[in-house]
């Protein structure tokens, strides 16, 4: 491992194999830290299908979209540094000096780039507000699928899981076809959290009930988890008396939403969206501290993928490029939006298409998204369906839309009238 390096990419998941792959093939010299023993991220224990429709055009397990990446990683440039933690991080006039720590002991880099892949966490259950004491048998989804896929071990025989996110809807399957009784997902928003097509492929095709405006309020065991309460909620998401009921179970997991991973961009002073809760930053993924980018569930959760692969490849590239003084003019938001990224606009690097992605707050029939500049609208999409847990991609021509820093650039969405 040298002393200075063009780019460090921290994390080696879908978005870190992409940033480092487009930084090397832009000419820069380029370290790859990964914390585990090997790369991929989060793919490798995702042996279900479905990934890659965007980026190849076909379904493919986890780790095989992701083995795409570390092959071609293989024939680069790019150094890797495996089971190496970044322990600290800190600015100086030449870049960023990062603190390692791997089995070779502790020693420090320097990067004139940093891009930060180190995807999102799992909300844990002391972060939900469950009654009773912790036993064994409480996992999260991810927990669950590592112990299922990875290790070969069944964590449950009769289990319940509480929230419909992705991967809960995900685990209800697998743990049904390894023989697993899966008594029912509950999920305390009135609408579902994953996507449409995992709700029909993982809990219709396999008659697992779900059960919206529902939570688990109390677990029960000392020992070992023997039940669980579950109890109906109103509006404000607040049980309502008299629905509890109890569900005798081995097992709870716990699918209830997923976190950027963060700590280290906050150390380097990163200005975080209070929404996504990832950086704020413009659209080549450069956040408003120079010289540092993030990209992937970093920067926010994402549903696919392949997604994540374009948001690591635009960073890696703006990474790679030499610096420039940046112009940035604010991307507003205007509706029942969840959130919208980026949330600036770098006027000095405008291209051809800009990506934009964003999520609503509810579901919105018959929507219409429009963005639009000093009040003349750019650009107008109409959707059927908008739901909150599909995130949508707009690609828009802003390099001849006359931007200027003070410019008014806004995107709003809104239900369309019957006679629109």
Known sequence: MKENYDVAVLGGGPAGLAAALAADAAGASVLLMEREGRLGGILKQCIHDGFGLVR?????????????????????KVETALLTFATHA???????????????????????????????????????????????GIFTAGAAQYYTNIL????????????????????ARRLTLEGAEVLGVYEAKPTPSGLARNISQCLKDFVIPLSTSHTVTRVFGKERLEAVEIAEVDAAMQPKPGTAKRIDCDALILSVGLIPENELAETLGVALDKRTKGPVCDQNGQTMTEGIYACGNALHVNDLVDYVTESGEIAGRAAAAASAQRSLCPLATQGEFLYAVPQQIDLATLKNQTVLFFRVSRELQNAIVTLSVNGKTILEKRYRHLRPPEMERLAVDLSSAGLTPNSALLLTVKEADKTE
Request: proline residues 5%; hydrophobic residues 40%.
């Open 152 to 171: 070969g071990e069944l964590p449950t025989k009769r289990c319940v899981i509480l929230g419909s996110g992705d991967i809960g809807l995900i685990m």
């Open 90 to 136: 800190e600015q100086t006039p030449d870049g960023v000096k990062l603190t390692l720590v791997s089995r070779e002991g502790m020693h420090t880099i320097t990067a004139k780039k940093l891009v930060i892949a180190t995807g999102c966490r799992e909300r844990t259950a002391r972060q939900v507000a469950i009654h009773g004491t912790r036993p064994a």
């Open 56 to 76: 190849f055009g076909k379904k493919l397990a986890g780790p095989e979209y992701a083995q795409h990446f570390i092959d071609a990683l293989a024939q680069s």
